[in-house]
């Protein structure tokens, strides 16, 4: 960046404040992202964890300054190295991508061009941002492309992304990425539209370029076992808010926020006998244009009160891990909320009738 | 015949649909060239039971399901529903008995008509057949709505776009049941959808096969998915089967490599999990215009040995319904679960 403040050497690696990110449209105002905070330490890897419409993907794309300014509000502080970013126009933010952040998305084939050789595709930014001539800029592609895993590099370059398998376009695009050396990468669904074989290749590679260059990660997916094994911190988000955040083990180890929990426990997995019914979580998540008075979540919670349909919670936190729960898993609170539910015999994401007594307590 | 041979096959007088040596090949234009897709597959399904066809994308899963629906007919190989070859069948014979084969596809979406009312498309199979008055029409269209969990007074009158995604899956699946199908293959019916609705969707299927008795084919990349859903398992690597048996056996104690390295590439959800010493597989899927000779797993195969390029294994059994084609299989490896 070329404007970098004084003290950025002692500011984290990127910092976000309260970012809200709103799109107008024509049904009315959507908050997409709904203020989130977090920080980023350099080579930590946060993951953000979210169904479709959590608004994992906006709040990367908002972070980046890759949204388009008509018709979407942006609220906040990015801080990259102790400089906010909100506000910088496209080509202050030019300087940013690439070489400060980089993005690998979901589908390879369309975030490549696929009218444009590979070779072309990964010099462009060397060139754009390093200014290095033809040969070096030719010479470092061929190097990504073996430190990325691509065999036969110096032949690759000059193919087009078709001819390729997705796998390999996957390699291309992290290659791309990391051409002119970011400090983040933000890997939106890097591996959702591969196979497990070579999802497991993917991540694998991320995981070991991430050490060698010393780069931090924002892994943005939808699975909890991608994530469970990558990452130093997990951000869990349902209906563009962060409703749990906390370090990895410490999430899986103790799960506060009663969706994190219904996630987990809807998901088959491979240890469970087979024909084992899912305990799955009814209705579907909050419709973002009017989103419901209480807790975005409690139309769908076990453990649903009616002060949940009423009032907001907060997020809380203790001792670095938060949530957003009257009633979080593991409380006395939470206890009593089930036992309520379960003695009146009512359906998931209808209170008990009769106010309960005390407000949950932690 | 790497993946080849009918020793897990039943007793044919048993099984509903029984395909025996099912080979797919497309042709590439005009350079005589040929795609394996599906080579010499051979599946049976019992009344009743749901067989999990598992394979990562190019496997020839989806082709298989594909063929056994006649869409297209097979290149050879037999398709017998109950007593009919469903490949020798005329065009006339076989829409005749198309009602009883239904299937699901992946995208939810996109496998409705935007621009039809939800009731005319559930109850199209009825008005194509004749089948009843068109009050008797319009209530079991309710009834079946009912029993997918779609409200029928809310929803008749509006169209797919109006829903989501899990709303249209189960939409999808109400107009594959009014013709009362024995045989439902569902082709990636949850992996399109959220982890929260899959759950939802997975139980309905559930519930759906034993209201309505079905037989199943379930084809998905999930292992653990199919786990979950199949009586059986059938594992597929480019165009072959690799293993069948019974899903907490095979997943248990995979004999072929490829099965065991599938199970291991799954993260699972739990940071404290051992990650063991999985190497992870190497490689790529060969092209299915050239597969390798023998063993078509060989090239990514850690136990290859020469025997593997030359001959091709042969279904065996080496457990109680649990058969593998491999001339190495593995033995007492318990994946760590």
């Known amino acids: 960046m070329t404007d970098t403040s004084p003290h950025s050497q002692n500011s984290p690696l990127l910092e976000v404040r309260n970012l809200s990110t709103s799109f107008r449209t024509e049904r009315g105002v959507v908050h997409a992202v709904d203020d989130v905070s977090f920080v980023l330490e350099r080579g930590q890897t946060l993951g953000?964890?979210?169904?479709?419409?959590?608004?994992?993907?906006?709040?990367?794309?908002?972070?980046?300054?890759?949204?388009?300014?008509?018709?979407?509000?942006?609220?906040?502080?990015?801080?990259?190295?102790?400089?906010?970013?909100?506000?910088?126009?496209?080509?202050?933010?030019?300087?940013?991508?690439?070489?400060?952040?980089?993005?690998?998305?979901?589908?390879?084939?369309?975030?490549?061009?696929?009218?444009?050789?590979?070779?072309?595709?990964?010099?462009?930014?060397?060139?754009?941002?390093?200014?290095?001539?033809?040969?070096?800029?030719?010479?470092?592609?061929?190097?990504?492309?073996?430190?990325?895993?691509?065999?036969?590099?110096?032949?690759?370059?000059?193919?087009?992304?078709?001819?390729?398998?997705?796998?390999?376009?996957?390699?291309?695009?992290?290659?791309?990425?990391?051409?002119?050396?970011?400090?983040?990468?933000?890997?939106?669904?890097?591996?959702t539209a591969l196979d497990v074989t070579v999802q497991a290749q993917i991540l694998d590679l991320l995981d070991d370029l991430q050490r060698d260059r010393h780069m931090a990660m924002i892994l943005v997916s939808h699975d909890l076992g991608v994530v469970a094994s990558r990452t130093d911190e997990i951000m869990v988000m349902y209906g563009g808010?962060?409703?749990?955040?906390?370090?990895?083990?410490?999430?899986?180890?103790?799960?506060?926020?009663?969706?994190?929990?219904?996630?987990?426990?809807?998901?088959?997995?491979?240890?469970?006998?087979?024909?084992?019914?899912?305990?799955?979580?009814?209705?579907?998540?909050?419709?973002?244009?009017?989103?419901?008075?209480?807790?975005?979540?409690?139309?769908?919670?076990?453990?649903?009160?009616?002060?949940c349909l009423n009032e907001e919670p907060p997020l809380e936190s203790a001792s670095g891990h938060a949530w957003r729960c009257w009633y979080p898993v593991g409380s006395e609170g939470n206890r009593e909320a089930l036992a309520r539910n379960t003695a009146a015999g009512v359906p998931v994401g209808v209170p008990a009738p009769g106010a309960m007594s005390s407000a949950g307590s932690n | 015949m790497a993946g080849s041979g009918t020793a897990h096959l039943r007793d044919a007088s048993a099984s509903l649909l029984r395909a025996e040596n099912i080979v797919v090949e497309f042709p590439i234009g005009s350079t005589g060239l040929k795609v394996h897709a599906v080579s010499d597959v051979s599946l049976d399904l019992l009344p009743g039971e749901t067989l999990?066809?598992?394979?990562?994308?190019?496997?020839?899963?989806?082709?298989?399901?594909?063929?056994?629906?006649?869409?297209?007919?097979?290149?050879?190989?037999?398709?017998?529903?109950?007593?009919?070859?469903?490949?020798?069948?005329?065009?006339?014979?076989?829409?005749?008995?198309?009602?009883?084969?239904?299937?699901?596809?992946?995208?939810?979406?996109?496998?409705?008509?935007?621009?039809?009312?939800?009731?005319?498309?559930?109850?199209?199979?009825?008005?194509?057949?004749?089948?009843?008055?068109?009050?008797?029409?319009?209530?079991?269209?309710?009834?079946?709505?009912?029993?997918?969990?779609?409200?029928?007074?809310?929803?008749?009158?509006?169209?797919?776009?109006?829903?989501?995604?899990?709303?249209?899956?189960?939409?999808?699946?109400?107009?594959?049941?009014?013709l009362e199908p024995k045989l439902l293959i569902c082709d990636e019916p949850v992996s399109a959808l959220d982890v929260s609705v899959q759950a939802q969707i997975l139980n309905l299927l559930q519930d759906m096969k034993e209201r309505y008795g079905l037989t199943?084919?379930?084809?998905?990349?999930?292992?653990?998915?199919?786990?979950?859903?199949?009586?059986?398992?059938?594992?597929?690597?480019?165009?072959?089967?690799?293993?069948?048996?019974?899903?907490?056996?095979?997943?248990?104690?995979?004999?072929?490599?490829?099965?065991?390295?599938?199970?291991?590439?799954?993260?699972?959800?739990?940071?404290d999990a051992p990650k063991g010493d999985f190497a992870g597989l190497s490689g790529e899927i060969p092209s299915p215009v050239a597969p390798p000779s023998g063993c078509r797993f060989r090239t990514r195969c850690p136990n290859a040995k020469e025997l593997c390029a030359q001959v091709e294994p042969v279904m065996t059994e080496v457990g109680e319904d649990h058969f593998v084609a491999c001339h190495f299989p593995l033995e007492g490896t318990a994946v760590s679960l």
């Open chain 1, 48 to 191: 953000v964890v979210g169904e479709s419409g959590s608004g994992k993907t906006v709040l990367s794309r908002s972070v980046m300054g890759l949204l388009p300014d008509r018709n979407v509000i942006r609220e906040g502080q990015v801080l990259y190295e102790g400089t906010n970013v909100i506000g910088y126009n496209e080509k202050q933010m030019s300087h940013v991508w690439g070489a400060e952040m980089a993005m690998i998305f979901q589908d390879p084939m369309t975030s490549l061009n696929p009218v444009m050789k590979i070779g072309k595709q990964i010099t462009e930014s060397l060139r754009h941002h390093l200014g290095v001539d033809k040969e070096e800029a030719k010479a470092t592609a061929t190097a990504l492309l073996r430190q990325v895993g691509i065999p036969e590099p110096e032949r690759r370059l000059n193919e087009y992304p078709h001819q390729l398998s997705g796998g390999m376009r996957q390699r291309v695009t992290i290659a791309i990425a990391l051409a002119c050396g970011p400090k983040i990468l933000f890997a939106d669904e890097p591996t």
């Open chain 2, 216 to 271: 199943m084919l379930f084809i998905a990349h999930d292992l653990a998915v199919v786990k979950n859903v199949s009586d059986r398992v059938a594992v597929m690597y480019l165009g072959k089967l690799c293993e069948v048996g019974n899903p907490d056996r095979l997943y248990a104690s995979p004999a072929h490599p490829y099965t065991k390295t599938l199970l291991d590439s799954i993260p699972p959800p739990d940071p």
């Open chain 2, 52 to 178: 999990g066809l598992v394979g990562e994308s190019g496997s020839g899963k989806s082709t298989t399901g594909r063929a056994l629906m006649q869409m297209p007919s097979p290149t050879s190989g037999s398709v017998l529903l109950e007593k009919h070859d469903l490949t020798k069948l005329s065009g006339s014979e076989l829409r005749e008995i198309r009602p009883q084969m239904q299937m699901i596809f992946q995208d939810p979406i996109s496998s409705l008509n935007p621009r039809r009312k939800v009731t005319d498309i559930v109850a199209e199979p009825l008005r194509i057949w004749k089948r009843g008055t068109s009050a008797e029409q319009a209530a079991l269209v309710d009834k079946t709505l009912e029993s997918v969990g779609i409200d029928p007074e809310g929803a008749r009158s509006r169209r797919p776009s109006e829903f989501s995604g899990g709303q249209c899956q189960r939409i999808c699946i109400a107009r594959s049941l009014m």
């Open chain 1, 241 to 307: 808010k962060v409703v749990e955040q906390a370090a990895t083990s410490d999430l899986f180890r103790s799960m506060k926020m009663p969706y994190t929990e219904a996630l987990l426990r809807s998901i088959p997995r491979i240890e469970h006998p087979s024909h084992t019914r899912l305990e799955a979580i009814p209705g579907r998540p909050p419709n973002l244009l009017s989103p419901p008075k209480g807790c975005n979540f409690a139309p769908r919670c076990r453990y649903v009160q009616e002060k």
